[in-house]
């Protein structure tokens, strides 16, 4: 029991701290209405509440594991959750929507420290023969608190209050950091050189766009301000490839995109994120807006939808190491493109609910098909010693989807439909879902581009070790 004590101490630090994080990537959405009614926020005001914190974690979360590798992983880890805890009580104390944007980002920079550190430190804490386990009950954990995020943040809003939904994080989050003071032990890896000025490049170049998009429709797409915030973003965005194809340890090393594979596989992860989290945007606020349900009641009604990757996720795994990702990855693209324009066709301020369960079952089992395949994808596109980093830059992109999903889609949802009436409401909602399907549907076509030899799982722990999370928005 001895030997196995500081490896389970380690398993329950880590996991701690990747539930936590992992379930603020969904756990505020059934309370956007809420705190939309409480601090008079608008549609763009509830995107960043939403974007601030993925965009910042997506921005930072290649930093984080060369931070703990450079500076010593346990110290890493704690400050990483120690800004989090910070950013969860200054949320929780907001008293306007930009104090709470800005709270929102704070914990997106905690996470993206923590978050990959957690699977760091797990793995040096464990024997290889246990690895796998270890690993695989990791994900398990995160893919969780994706599922149970809506019904967790409902619950509170109801029970509580919406700023509860923030201060649960804190007595947690002080528990982490006292327990890895005392119980984990400090490491290091490999001395890295820290990329901070692709981090400031790409920073800039994605706040820049994603602030014009969500404004484009209250401004207008010919303002100059919208023009010139989308062109500076891009300028800047070309300026951080540039820098990333000369920069002696690149944030993103541009030689993982030259196999066509690991260039789908980051495409499809990308478009996935970008058509399914927009929409689950716009249809978390459905139920409490337009038929008047509880928070806790419209968390619940999402539960088929977020819980179906759990029991479908193992199975897509197992499946994908002996008939190949392909068919496996196009089948889930294919079915949440069906379900989403599945929910965008019967969607009706009266709409019933038995009518909408069977379309978030069938988008819930495409998502579950997804995510255990391109993890195979994405380690088998790459040569072994790459395969850290192609995880880490596909994690990225993903979150990067589900930014430019929620902007892209509020964007269309504000341009045909508002917040005054259930069915202005609609009116938004259903032509923001179609696109998400339609986006999400051309990533089920490029998936069939996939090679043919990118398809057995060539090693378990290994494709595990693949973040499992953005089950929702993000993380």
Same mark, same amino acid.
């Given at each position: 029991m001895s030997r196995r004590s500081p490896a389970l101490w380690t398993f329950a630090i880590t996991t701690i701290a990747l539930f936590m994080v992992s379930l603020d990537n969904l756990v505020v959405t059934m309370a956007l209405p809420v705190i939309r009614r409480d601090l008079g926020a608008s549609l763009s005001d509830l995107e960043w509440?939403?974007?601030?914190?993925?965009?910042? *974690?997506?921005?930072?979360?290649?930093?984080g594991a060369a931070l703990g590798d450079r500076f010593g992983r346990k110290r890493l880890f704690i400050i990483g959750v120690a800004i989090f805890t910070a950013g969860s009580a200054c949320a929780a104390l907001s008293p306007s929507s930009g104090t709470l944007i800005l709270a929102r980002a704070l914990q997106g920079v905690g996470g993206a420290i923590s978050m990959p550190l957690t699977l760091t430190i797990l793995s040096g804490a464990v024997s290889a023969e246990r690895r796998p386990?270890?690993?695989?009950?990791?994900g398990g954990i995160g893919g969780l608190a994706i599922a149970v995020g809506p019904v967790v943040g409902g619950a509170i809003?109801?029970?509580?209050?919406?700023?509860? @939904?923030?201060? !649960?994080?804190?007595? !947690?989050g002080i528990v982490?950091?006292?327990l890895?003071? *005392?119980?984990l032990p400090e490491s290091k890896g490999p001395g890295r050189s820290i990329d901070l000025v692709g981090v400031g490049l790409a920073s800039l170049g994605l706040v820049g766009i994603v602030w014009g998009v969500t404004h484009g429709n209250g401004r207008g797409w010919t303002d100059?301000? !919208?023009?010139?915030? @989308?062109a500076v973003g891009l300028a800047f965005l070309v300026a951080f490839l540039a820098w990333e194809a000369r920069a002696a340890e690149p944030m993103l090393p541009l030689h993982l995109f030259r196999r066509r594979a690991s260039v789908i596989a980051n495409g499809v992860s990308f478009l996935m994120s970008f058509g399914m989290f927009?929409? !689950? *945007?716009?249809l978390s606020q459905f139920f409490q807006i337009c038929q008047g349900l509880s928070p806790l009641d419209s968390g619940l009604r999402i539960l088929p939808w977020t819980a179906a990757p759990v029991v479908v996720a193992p199975i897509a795994g197992w499946a994908s190491g002996r008939i190949g990702a392909r068919p496996i990855l196009a089948a889930g693209l294919a079915l949440q493109a069906v379900g989403l324009a599945w929910i965008a066709a019967v969607t009706s301020p009266t709409v019933s609910y038995a009518t909408l369960v069977p379309a978030f079952v069938v988008s819930g089992t495409g998502?579950?098909? *997804?995510?255990?395949? @391109?993890a195979n994808v994405v380690l088998s596109a790459v040569p072994q010693e790459d395969e850290g980093k192609a995880s880490g830059a596909n994690n990225t992109i993903r979150e990067l989807g589900g930014v430019f999903g929620v902007a892209v889609l509020a964007a269309i949802f504000a341009a045909n439909g508002s917040y005054a009436t259930p069915q202005t409401y609609t009116n938004g909602l259903i032509p923001g879902v179609f696109a998400g399907a339609a986006v999400v549907a051309l990533g089920a076509a490029i998936a069939l581009a996939l090679p043919p030899a990118v398809a057995r799982l060539r090693r378990p722990d290994k494709v595990e070790a693949v973040r499992p999370t953005n089950l929702g928005l993000a993380s």
């Open positions: 509440t939403v974007n601030a914190y993925t965009l910042t *974690f997506a921005a930072l979360l290649l930093m386990l270890a690993l695989g009950a990791w809003t109801q029970g509580v209050s919406w700023h509860w @939904i923030f201060w !649960i994080n804190v007595p !947690i982490a950091i006292a890895a003071y *005392f119980r100059g301000e !919208i023009v010139g915030a @989308i927009g929409s !689950i *945007f716009l998502m579950g098909l *997804f995510f255990a395949p @391109i």
